[in-house]
């Protein structure tokens, strides 16, 4: 079965840049016919969809995220990463890797805040 | 912008049947958007329940059903647990984008 974890900081200054990581085991990043996704959710707030990656390297992004937003795999490791630049208080979400939709990580949450 | 609309919150009583709807601001939802549904309790991550408007995962409890109605998708609970008390999440895709609605709270009582 495949599982999935996220890990970063949980603390981000506002305009740094925000980098987390999803370990995918049960499953590989490079040979599965899927794709891999990244989805938050703000504090009060619904799920929003960030992005993802397919197991090619190609990529599709939210648009109102799509100029601050790069995912990439690494295939060494069996993991893929969300950068997430200029935050503001705005992106404080708890952060969750997926693979497809159907597989999800446990979640971690990033603060925004000086 | 697209907007996913879900009804904010339903009440069902234990053992009732509740059907939950997804609509696009587009317009009707049809199998081309490949309609999901997962399940949130409270600290804890999403989990699929129903993809491509019907089909379920090897984890979905049988009273779980997913369908098109009335140019909505829909999920329906049929004899609802006490368990099934959580959040409902509708996806909808849009031809390389996902878009997720509001999120319906499903009490049980």
């Known amino acids: 079965q495949v599982q999935l974890q996220e890990s970063g900081p949980g603390l981000v200054k506002p305009s740094e840049t925000l980098s987390l990581t999803c370990t995918v085991s049960?499953?590989?990043?490079?040979?599965?016919?899927?794709?891999w996704s990244w989805i938050r959710r703000p504090p009060g707030k619904g799920l929003e969809w960030i992005g993802y990656?397919?197991?090619?390297?190609?990529?599709n992004y939210n648009p109102s995220l799509k100029s601050r937003v790069t995912i990439s795999l690494d295939t060494s490791k069996n993991q893929f990463s969300l950068k997430l630049s200029s935050v503001t208080a705005a992106d404080t979400a708890v952060y969750y890797c997926a693979r497809a939709t159907d597989y999800w990580g446990q979640g971690t949450l990033v603060t925004v805040s000086s | 912008q697209t907007v996913v609309t879900q009804e904010p919150s339903l009440t069902v009583s234990p053992g009732g049947t509740v059907t939950l709807t997804c609509a696009s601001s587009t317009g009707a939802v049809t199998s081309g958007y490949y309609p999901n549904w997962f399940q949130q309790k409270p600290g804890q991550a999403p989990r699929a329940l129903i993809y491509n408007t019907n089909k379920k995962h090897s984890w979905t409890p049988a009273r779980f059903s997913g369908s098109l109605l009335g140019g909505k998708a829909a999920l329906t609970l049929s004899g609802v647990q006490p368990e099934d008390e959580a959040e409902y999440h509708c996806l909808l895709w849009y031809g390389g984008a996902w878009v997720f609605g509001g999120g319906t709270k499903l009490t049980v009582l």
């Open positions: 049960g499953g590989s990043v490079s040979s599965d016919n899927s794709y």
């Open positions: 990656i397919y197991s090619i390297g190609s990529t």
